[in-house]
């Protein structure tokens, strides 16, 4: 129940993001050439990679997540920063390694691309009492990955 009302919050707020004009930081307006519009802008520290996903709940044998505010900036001096249009989330069990990598999608809802304003996913298919990580990678409008996979959350355990 907690879960909904907080799914049905952060839905209600990223609609009203993106139905409110475009902000523009005073160095960025400078920097946008005439015709272009700029990107949104949070007043947050523009990263390369998506920051962890947020974990809404979890249960025995599955986990929902919250994808983080994607604040990207270029890998390119001097461009504008990305917009991704949709996002992936990967999943391993912790402390197999590294992070999750592009290969790690065999659970359900991983591996699938969701619209960049999809406010939680719920990875399902997890074993009870296991540990598992889990970060996005952010696509542009064609497809294409955005500087490479997002950091990993904490330790997620599964409860029973």
Same mark, same amino acid.
């Given at each position: 129940?907690?879960?909904?009302?907080?799914?049905?919050?952060?839905?209600?707020?990223?609609?009203?993001?993106?139905?409110?004009?475009?902000?523009?930081?005073?160095?960025?307006?400078?920097?946008? %050439? *005439?015709?272009?519009?700029?990107?949104?802008?949070?007043?947050?520290?523009?990263?390369? =990679? /998506?920051? $962890?996903?947020? #974990? +809404?709940?979890?249960?025995?044998?599955?986990?929902?997540?919250? %994808? *983080?505010?994607?604040?990207?900036?270029?890998?390119?001096?001097?461009?504008?920063?990305? =917009? /991704?249009? $949709?996002?992936? #989330? +990967?999943?391993?069990?912790?402390?197999?390694?590294?992070?999750?990598?592009?290969?790690?999608?065999?659970?359900?809802?991983?591996?699938?691309?969701?619209?960049?304003?999809?406010? $939680?996913?719920?990875?399902?298919?997890?074993?009870?009492?296991?540990?598992?990580?889990?970060?996005?990678?952010?696509?542009?409008?064609?497809?294409?990955?955005?500087?490479?996979?997002?950091?990993?959350? $904490?330790?997620?355990?599964?409860?029973?």
């Amino acid at each position: 129940e907690v879960a909904g009302c907080l799914l049905s919050a952060e839905r209600g707020e990223r609609d009203l993001h993106a139905a409110s004009p475009t902000l523009v930081l005073q160095s960025q307006a400078a920097s946008v %050439p *005439p015709g272009q519009s700029s990107p949104r802008s949070g007043g947050g520290k523009r990263t390369l =990679v /998506p920051s $962890a996903p947020k #974990v +809404l709940c979890r249960t025995s044998t599955s986990v929902t997540l919250m %994808p *983080p505010v994607f604040h990207l900036k270029s890998a390119v001096p001097d461009n504008l920063p990305p =917009v /991704p249009a $949709a996002y992936m #989330v +990967l999943a391993k069990t912790y402390g197999t390694g590294l992070a999750p990598g592009m290969h790690n999608t065999d659970l359900p809802n991983t591996g699938v691309k969701f619209p960049a304003y999809t406010p $939680a996913v719920t990875i399902s298919g997890l074993a009870p009492n296991e540990v598992y990580c889990f970060s996005v990678v952010a696509f542009d409008a064609e497809g294409v990955v955005i500087n490479g996979q997002g950091a990993p959350t $904490a330790a997620v355990a599964t409860i029973h």
